[in-house]
């Protein structure tokens, strides 16, 4: 049997009585037995060459689940209060053509703040929203040194970086307004392009691919709680 989840902890509950059923684990986190990122980048054998499109905007974020509660929440209204941001989803506009890619690539930036904050929880926020659309994105999610375990340092901006949001904003208006700067953020598409992950047929291929790799190898998780809350 193989657990697969691809929420995180603060939104899995009754793991606690999960203990000794499970074999295996599938889900976001790097340790899992297989592994199935939000996505990932890949050095492709021949890079083509990266086109930034116009940008017309400065700060996109598109949000469903709104709770006060959150901290994505409570930094944003410290956030807008000093720069504009352009809300999309449930609690603001619609997007273009129901399409969010192609809403936020006329944006210079995306807050790809993720709904709680857990290792290696990185979510199609930053992998589709922000670098499929090519915004670079600000993030708000597991510590600065989590993300550089999948994407390059130079890649996006971490809200850590900055002992305020005034501090951030300023950051950003600077940015807007020095285009190599700006640009510098994108260095790293010259080796590397973006692969968002399909769900669901991936996984099952992944899952597949695994146990015909592990033959008759036996296992039982037995504390699932104790390693995903960790």
Same mark, same amino acid.
Not at 197 to 206: I, L, P, Q, R
């Given at each position: ?29 790097? !340790? ?18 990266? #086109? ?5 905007? +400065? ?15 409570? %930094? ?10 352009? $809300? ?7 997007? +273009? ?6 809403? #936020? ?7 790809? /703040? ?24 600000? $993030? ?15 890649? /996006?901006?971490?809200? !850590? ?5 005034? +501090? +951030?904003?300023?950051?950003?208006? /600077? ?16 080796? %590397?392009? $973006? ?36």
């Amino acid at each position: 049997w193989v657990w697969m989840n691809f929420e995180s902890p603060s939104h899995s509950p009754g793991l606690r009585g999960l203990a000794g059923l499970f074999n295996w684990t599938m889900s976001y986190r790097r !340790d899992s037995d297989v592994f199935v990122p939000y996505g990932y980048l890949y050095e492709p054998p021949s890079p083509r060459p990266f #086109v930034l499109p116009r940008k017309s905007r +400065l700060v996109a974020w598109v949000i469903s689940n709104w709770n006060e509660e959150h901290a994505r929440v409570r %930094y944003y209204r410290q956030l807008k209060e000093h720069l504009p941001i352009d $809300v999309y989803g449930a609690r603001g506009m619609a997007l +273009l053509e129901g399409n969010v890619v192609k809403t #936020v690539s006329a944006y210079k930036f995306y807050l790809a /703040f993720e709904n709680s904050q857990h290792t290696d929880y990185i979510t199609e926020k930053l992998w589709k929203n922000a670098f499929a659309a090519s915004a670079v994105p600000v $993030v708000l999610g597991p510590r600065r040194a989590n993300y550089e375990r999948f994407i390059p340092a130079d890649s /996006f901006i971490h809200v !850590d970086d900055f002992p305020s949001p005034r +501090l +951030l904003a300023t950051y950003l208006k /600077f940015l807007d307004k020095n285009k190599p700067s700006y640009r510098r953020y994108f260095a790293w598409r010259n080796k %590397y392009e $973006v692969h968002v992950t399909s769900f669901w047929d991936e996984h099952y291929c992944k899952v597949c691919e695994a146990v015909r790799t592990a033959g008759n190898q036996l296992k039982t998780v037995q504390n699932l709680a104790g390693w995903f809350e960790s």
